[in-house]
Nanobody, 125 residues
């Protein structure tokens, strides 16, 4: 079974940085997409950053230029480097994976993901 476990959340000041990590295990289709979503209470889950089976990233408009999925992630680990954080980045961040390849236009839609971690809180003040 696929398991995803996030870590690295916490509190940071406006303009600061944080790095999240997701350790994943289980069987993954080679073309699976994996990445990060976030959610605040009362809002839908928002796609933040996704990589496809070739490691090509897709970023949400609200984080472009500030968040990156670093290359050279450790084996079975996916990171999210968050710089220039803003209070509106405050949310629970989830690691997620699909069990199939996704066209770019669909990669930031949470309904296309089948496996989810438990989430980690990020608070920016």
């Amino acid at each position: 079974d696929v398991q995803l476990v996030e870590s690295g959340g916490g509190s940071v000041q406006d303009g600061g940085s944080l790095r999240l990590s997701c350790r994943y295990s289980g069987y993954f289709y080679l073309r699976s997409c994996i990445g990060w979503f976030r959610q605040v209470p009362g809002m839908e889950r928002e796609g933040v950053a996704i990589i496809d089976g070739d490691g090509f990233p897709t970023y949400g408009d609200s984080v472009k230029g500030r968040f990156t999925i670093p290359k050279g992630n450790g084996k079975l680990t996916l990171s999210l480097q968050m710089d220039s954080l803003k209070p509106e980045d405050t949310a629970v961040y989830y690691c997620a994976a699909s069990y199939r390849d996704l066209r770019t236009r669909y990669r930031l839609l949470s309904s296309n993901y089948n496996y989810w971690g438990q989430g980690t809180q990020v608070t920016v003040s």
